[in-house]
Structure formats: C-alpha cells, structure tokens
Nanobody, 129 residues
C-alpha cells in the first residue's frame, strides 16, 4: 500500500490541525495504522495507533486527551485530529501501516516502529508559542 500524508502546517499554540493519510493500492481496513513523529534532533517516536479491528486505539501519554486517530474505510484514509497544540508537538508527522499485525495487539506492539512496513512521506507540523 502507498501512503500519502497531508494537512501539516504552521499553527499557534492552542490551535488545531487535522492530518490525513490517504492510501492507494490496498484497502486500509486490512491494516493496523499508526502515526509517528520526529522532532528536530530527536528520534522518531510513536504518537497514536489504531488496531486492525479499528476497535482499539493507543496514544502516547503526551497527546492523550488532545489527539484522536480515526480511520475512514470508505475513503481509505486515516486521520489524526490534533487539538490544543503545543510547541513541543512540532515535528514531521508520519503515517504508517502494517498488514502483518493481528486484529488486536497491545500498546507495546502497536507503538513499535519496527512492526510497520508501509510509511508515508511525512508532513511538517510547526506550533508557534
């Protein structure tokens, strides 16, 4: 599956952005999905994930209550709604997909970058203070 991320931009602290990741080639309903981010000078980190079943979502503690991952199987997209943005959310955000993960996986598995074999190109999110 090919993934194309979009929706990044510049926003003031406290603002909102909605990232979208469109898939082509295969339907995302058969994939576990995740969002990761990489800030300047830092390693890429887990942000949010949705299991293949779509019934379970996971978030890193720093974004809980502010970010929401959702999938739209009809549009073959996965989105990340980001509210109450903070300067520390500034990063390049990547969507990722895994067909090999099972319908239910735990947090440790879903947050591991190594479990995802399809990646989008990244979209820049900059939050000004």
């Amino acid at each position: 599956v090919q993934l194309q991320a979009s929706g990044g931009g510049l926003v003031q602290a406290g603002g909102s952005l909605r990232l979208s990741c469109a898939a082509s080639g295969r339907t995302l309903s058969t994939y576990a999905l995740g969002w990761f981010r990489q800030a300047p000078g830092k390693e890429r980190e887990f942000v949010a994930a949705s299991t293949k079943s779509g019934y379970t979502t996971y978030y890193v503690d720093s974004v809980k209550g502010r970010f929401t991952i959702s999938r739209d199987n009809a549009k073959n997209t996965v989105s990340l709604q980001m509210n109450s943005l903070k300067p520390e959310d500034t990063a390049v955000y990547y969507c990722a997909a895994s067909r090999s993960l099972r319908y239910y996986e735990n947090y440790n598995t879903m947050s591991s970058q190594d479990r995802y074999d399809n990646w989008g190109q990244g979209t820049q999110v900059t939050v000004s203070s």
